[in-house]
């Protein structure tokens, strides 16, 4: 019995899969790792271990770096179909990340951090249009129901190198490499060493990658798409149905909302990260709380609501609750999180806030995740015309950058208007876009057009 489960795993789950799993799981950990303590390190005293940039110069530098981490894909992606393939476009991908890691390890001025981030922008372009994609072309022969297991089973690997990173930054910033006077205050933290650490998994990652990925994945993701023989139309054309321009009208409105959405959820990078540095009581027990261990929480509740969420959307199937609905839910879940950030301020009395209201914060941000992310990436590969599904996608994460750097900008308000007005400001936006969202669902609905016996609008 032992053997004939053990053969039923091989068939659903190939080694050319495990790779991948193990791929990411560490591509993530060494973008996670520097992404949870980029705001920290720059705004962080240069006798501190930091670049001594204000909170305002910090997170505009930081939204303008995530947000063009998501326009490289597109490039990249292109890159990969015309002249590279999947499998060459990781490799350079991890080389220029682990490239990128190590001068941020070794920069001394603001010119070699400049340099060290643009190369991770560039290697993640190579990666992030190659990654998930490699997944699909190895279940491109299996069911539906089994590719959808295996990108479930793929999305765990990857919120298990986003939980491993901050909680690994926070010991080696804060614990390990820090420097403590007598009385145990920190004089300089770890950041540099964290980047090495990145820089060494990324290494380790692409050199096995590039070893193992003849032996299983052969010729998947081998040679670039243009070899094949299908015909490609222009995406300029523009020659669409009209149940295709509905649907695409449909996308263009919900993205509106998305992007608020990914707006908000970006100030746990910056703004939420600067103020658990600077005013939440983080003692528990004589214990100080590294803070890159709240962006590890983030990723430890997305593993244990994701099969809850997933049940429960099961359950709610018959119900027709339509992917506005959703999505609604998880903007109305982003604004509890920032009135609680918001209760957070107002309850602290001038002291140090109590960490349960940010930890609350981080549970309501984790649910709104889960409602937005993963439904809003199936809405646009079932929405999209599928003769241009991958250029639709890539319009997805243009959601994503433009959040950045509007994200980027909300947070440097902070400084010169306060937490309270932009925690309270965000709260409030989120509930009035999420009530507009739910109350304009049945139009949403009927642009969202049924065609082939298949309805987008329940994922």
Known sequence: ??????????????SSFWLMCFTITWERFSYHGISTLLVLYFTMSVIKGGIGLSPKEATSLY???????????????????RYLGQQKSIILGGAFISLGNFFLFTSSNIYQLYFGLLSIIIGNG??????????????????????????????MFINLGSFLAPFTAGLVADKFFAVRTITGEITHFGYKPMFLICSIIGIIWTVSFLCLAPKYLKDTGKLPCYTCKTEKKSIFSFDFTEN??????????????????????????SSITLYARDHVDRNLLGFIIP????????????ILFSPILAMLWSQLRKRNITIPVKISIGIF?????????????????????????IILA???????????????????????????????????????????????????????????????????????????????????DNLMVVEDDCDCRII
């Open 1 to 14: 019995m032992l053997l004939d489960f053990i053969n039923n795993l091989k068939r659903k789950y190939p």
């Open 63 to 81: 939204g303008f770096y995530v947000g063009i981490l998501h326009l490289t894909p597109l490039v990249g992606g292109w890159l990969s179909d």
């Open 126 to 155: 190579f990666f992030k249009a190659n990654g998930t994609n490699l997944v699909g072309n190895i279940y491109s022969h299996k069911s539906t129901l089994e590719r959808e297991v295996a990108y479930s089973l793929f999305y």
């Open 244 to 269: 295709e321009k509905k649907r695409i009208k449909a996308m263009g409105i919900i993205s509106i909302f998305v992007i608020l959405f990914w707006t908000s959820f970006y100030q746990s990078f």
């Open 291 to 302: 803070v890159p261990w709240f962006a590890a929480l983030n990723a430890i509740l997305g």
């Open 333 to 357: 879940s982003m604004g509890i999180a920032f009135a609680f950030m918001t209760i957070s301020v107002l309850t602290s009395g001038g002291m140090k806030a109590n960490i349960i209201f």
């Open 362 to 444: 981080y549970v309501f941000n984790t649910l709104s995740e889960l409602c937005v992310a993963p439904i809003g990436i199936a809405m646009f590969n079932c929405l999209s015309p599928k003769r241009y599904s991958t250029f639709f996608m890539g319009l997805w994460y243009m959601t994503m950058f433009f959040a950045s750097i509007i994200s980027g900008k909300v947070a440097g308000f902070t400084q010169d208007m306060g937490f309270l007005t932009i925690f309270l400001s965000l709260a409030v936006i989120l509930f009035t876009m999420g009530s507009i969202l739910y109350f304009s669902r049945k139009h949403l």
